[in-house]
């Protein structure tokens, strides 16, 4: 027999009971349906993930030292450091071959009383570094409404909030453009009694968001400027000397590289994250989630192989008779035994390509759906959650088969065995 | 002479529970080449048991069976199945076509298992169906055909593997009278035509007629 003799031969057994046919087929295409739903979900929310992620450059390592756990809570002293980022390890890293970029942080104290002052009006304003990082997922720059982002380490900018500037009477767009360029201030005022004015150009207006993106500061600024007001405020002009940097970014050569550097700088007792590593993390829960969602999936073609294995089982009952004309015209017990695993294999393969088209379509409108539902909570995400990529297709249509074919096993060896003497007496 | 099939002291006991049955108790049969026999006997003389053991449908309790050199009765499952493709047709009572083939595709169904190409395996059964008298009824389904024509297309069926042995079994008995007779005139020219070696079963003294000779059984052995 070729193939296509087999092909054929079960097609036409299978459209002989069409009813029975789709009703058998049914368990299979619930169950491919849900799993192709399922990983095509796992695929798309690990692709945007993945692509939000690369955005960011998987290259960026964030350090951080590890502090020794406080004792007392004081506003105007933090923990002490066990390990500190000295301006000599910025220049270690920035020699180094296989690092293309340090850039060190430091943030206002939390508890500074930091005013902002525009010609002679003030307003107590929260004021820190620049927080984000651009393209990184999840630290998304604001929006710009006049002059133009700070330039991270240029001393000097310092990058308004328009409410804050509202709140100072600076209202509309002519007002914030007009503003670009002017010279401000930002007022410390220490418990001690002391008072210092900062001076910083105005270089940039942004439109704060408080949706998830936010909330942001009323005033951003760069690090030399960050550090001179944490100096000041803790009345430690060597501050860098006793506590070093609050943070170090640094952008490696390659993946590879980062992978050194992390490894590197645990060792050296650095609080160490990188966006590969928080990847990595995500990518092993999506392949649970996976795992789980997949697992659903199966669980349905269990039952439905079962029910191939039933309705293979009723054929033989059917055919029996015919089995006995086959096997009396030549056919042998491998032959019978191809034709009822090659009828099941086909049922599972219907299935499957039902569930497959059922699933893609199922997905889209899903998707359709949670960005409509997100766009009416006003929640600015966007991508495609349900993808369908070719070997999603190629997996499914051969587990179907599989499926098909596994519960064919059974039913088929059933038949070849059947005495043909016996079998052409059955009516 | 050139001997087709030799059967030798052929038994065939069957279990029924705890009781034993023996269909045939020893029987003797050989059929030249080109020869027409009629076995024949009443209902539950063993003449479809011993139709069954030279088919190689089935394997006797003891005895031997030669086909064309072949012996039967201690051949494995895939020497059985090559017996049933290479050397024999099979006639029925009840026709046994597939009824969702065509009269062309259930004529060709033997040589699927042979592996021959599909529009050789037709173009053989094609030429068969119209010298049995269907060239016109090619691609009717059975439930279209007499039972006249199903049994023409039994007889293509058993002859498109062009077998050394046709065996029919009781091939008249869904037949009326005037059919039987025309389908065993059929059998008869093809006899003739092709030299076919052909071994009838039946209990109808008027059909033996057709054969010529005959070979009477009665409790599982032949009659002398």
């Keep these: 027999m070729t193939l296509k003799d087999i092909a054929k031969t079960s097609l036409s057994n299978l459209s002989r009971h069409k009813v029975r046919t789709v009703l058998s087929t049914v368990g299979v295409t619930v169950g491919i349906l849900t799993l192709v739903t399922m990983l095509s979900l796992g695929v798309g929310v690990q692709r945007e993930i993945t692509q939000a992620f690369q955005g960011a450059g998987l290259e960026t390592v964030r350090i951080r030292p590890v502090t020794e756990e406080s004792t007392s809570f004081s506003l105007y002293a933090e923990p002490k450091r066990k390990v500190l980022i000295t301006p000599e390890l910025v220049e270690e890293m920035r020699a180094r071959d296989d690092v293309v970029a340090a850039n060190p942080h430091m943030?206002?104290?939390?508890?500074?009383?930091?005013?902002?002052?525009?010609?002679?009006?003030?307003?107590?304003?929260?004021?820190?570094?620049?927080?984000?990082?651009?393209?990184?997922?999840?630290?998304?720059?604001?929006?710009?409404?006049?002059?133009?982002?700070?330039?991270?380490?240029?001393?000097?900018?310092?990058?308004?909030?328009?409410?804050?500037?509202?709140?100072?009477?600076?209202?509309?767009?002519?007002?914030?453009?007009?503003?670009?360029?002017?010279?401000?201030?930002?007022?410390?005022?220490?418990?001690?009694?002391?008072?210092?004015?900062?001076?910083?150009?105005?270089?940039?207006?942004?439109?704060?968001?408080?949706?998830?993106?936010?909330?942001?500061?009323?005033?951003?600024?760069?690090?030399?400027?960050?550090?001179?007001?944490?100096?000041?405020?803790?009345?430690?002009?060597?501050?860098?000397?006793?506590?070093?940097?609050?943070?170090?970014?640094?952008?490696?050569?390659?993946?590879?590289?980062?992978?050194?550097?992390?490894?590197?700088l645990e060792e050296r007792g650095f609080q160490v994250t990188s966006v590969k590593m928080m990847l990595d993390m995500v990518n092993k829960s999506m392949v649970v989630l996976q795992t789980m969602l997949g697992s659903v999936g199966g669980l349905a073609l269990f039952v439905a192989s079962i029910g191939i294995a039933n309705t293979m089982v009723m054929a033989i009952y059917e055919r029996t008779k015919e089995i006995g004309v086959l096997k009396a015209v030549g056919a042998s017990p491998g032959d019978i035994r191809l034709l009822f695993v090659a009828e099941a294999s086909l049922i599972g393969l219907l299935g499957g390509i039902i569930g497959t088209v059922g699933g893609w379509l199922l997905g889209l409108g899903l998707n359709e759906a949670i960005l409509a539902y997100l766009e009416w909570k006003e929640i600015p995400v966007t991508g495609t959650f349900f993808v369908v990529t070719g070997w999603l297709v190629a997996l499914a249509m051969a587990f179907a088969t599989v499926i098909g074919l596994l519960a064919g096993l059974y039913p088929a060896a059933r038949a070849a065995r059947l005495d043909p003497v016996e079998a052409l007496r059955h009516e | 002479?050139?001997?087709?099939?030799?059967?030798?002291?052929?038994?065939?006991?069957?279990?029924?529970?705890?009781?034993?049955?023996?269909?045939?108790?020893?029987?003797?049969?050989?059929?030249?080449?080109?020869?027409?026999?009629?076995?024949?006997?009443?209902?539950?003389?063993?003449?479809?048991?011993?139709?069954?053991?030279?088919?190689?449908?089935?394997?006797?309790?003891?005895?031997?069976?030669?086909?064309?050199?072949?012996?039967?009765?201690?051949?494995?499952?895939?020497?059985?199945?090559?017996?049933?493709?290479?050397?024999?047709?099979?006639?029925?009572?009840?026709?046994?076509?597939?009824?969702?083939?065509?009269?062309?595709?259930?004529?060709?169904?033997?040589?699927?298992?042979?592996?021959?190409?599909?529009?050789?395996?037709?173009?053989?059964?094609?030429?068969?169906?119209?010298?049995?008298?269907?060239?016109?009824?090619?691609?009717?389904?059975?439930?279209?055909?007499?039972?006249?024509?199903?049994?023409?297309?039994?007889?293509?069926?058993?002859?498109?593997?062009?077998?050394?042995?046709?065996?029919?079994?009781?091939?008249?008995?869904?037949?009326?009278?005037?059919?039987?007779?025309?389908?065993?005139?059929?059998?008869?020219?093809?006899?003739?035509?092709?030299?076919?070696?052909?071994?009838?079963?039946?209990h109808d003294p008027e059909i033996a007629a057709f054969a010529d000779r005959m070979v009477r059984l009665r409790d599982g052995q032949v009659e002398s």
């Excluded at chain 1, 330039?151 to 503003?179: F, K, M, N, R």
């Excluded at chain 1, 004015?197 to 940039?204: C, S």
């Excluded at chain 2, 895939?78 to 597939?98: D, K, W, Y």
């Design chain 2, 1 to 202: 002479m050139d001997i087709v099939v030799r059967a030798v002291g052929l038994t065939r006991r069957y279990e029924m529970g705890d009781t034993f049955v023996d269909a045939l108790r020893g029987v003797d049969l050989t059929l030249a080449r080109g020869e027409f026999v009629a076995l024949v006997g009443p209902s539950g003389s063993g003449k479809s048991t011993v139709l069954n053991l030279i088919g190689g449908l089935d394997r006797p309790t003891s005895g031997e069976v030669w086909i064309d050199g072949t012996e039967l009765s201690k051949s494995d499952e895939r020497t059985l199945t090559r017996h049933r493709r290479q050397h024999v047709g099979f006639v029925f009572q009840s026709f046994n076509l597939l009824p969702r083939l065509t009269a062309e595709e259930n004529a060709a169904l033997p040589l699927m298992f042979s592996g021959v190409p599909e529009k050789e395996r037709l173009s053989r059964a094609r030429t068969l169906l119209t010298r049995v008298g269907l060239g016109a009824r090619l691609t009717h389904r059975p439930t279209q055909l007499s039972s006249g024509e199903q049994q023409r297309v039994a007889i293509a069926r058993a002859l498109v593997g062009q077998p050394a042995l046709v065996l029919a079994d009781e091939p008249t008995g869904n037949l009326d009278t005037a059919t039987g007779v025309e389908i065993m005139d059929l059998l008869k020219e093809l006899n003739q035509e092709h030299g076919l070696t052909l071994l009838v079963v039946t």
């Design chain 1, 107 to 264: 943030d206002v104290p939390w508890s500074a009383n930091v005013s902002l002052q525009v010609g002679d009006e003030m307003v107590q304003a929260s004021v820190d570094e620049v927080s984000w990082i651009p393209n990184e997922p999840f630290s998304q720059a604001p929006d710009l409404a006049a002059g133009r982002e700070l330039i991270p380490g240029a001393p000097g900018e310092i990058y308004v909030s328009s409410d804050t500037l509202a709140a100072l009477g600076h209202e509309g767009q002519a007002a914030i453009d007009a503003l670009v360029g002017q010279e401000v201030a930002l007022v410390l005022k220490a418990p001690r009694g002391d008072t210092q004015a900062f001076p910083l150009r105005v270089v940039g207006v942004f439109h704060p968001n408080y949706g998830i993106d936010g909330p942001y500061f009323d005033a951003h600024i760069n690090m030399p400027d960050s550090l001179a007001l944490k100096a000041w405020w803790y009345n430690d002009p060597d501050i860098l000397e006793h506590e070093g940097y609050d943070a170090l970014t640094v952008k490696a050569a390659s993946l590879n590289d980062a992978v050194q550097i992390v490894e590197q």
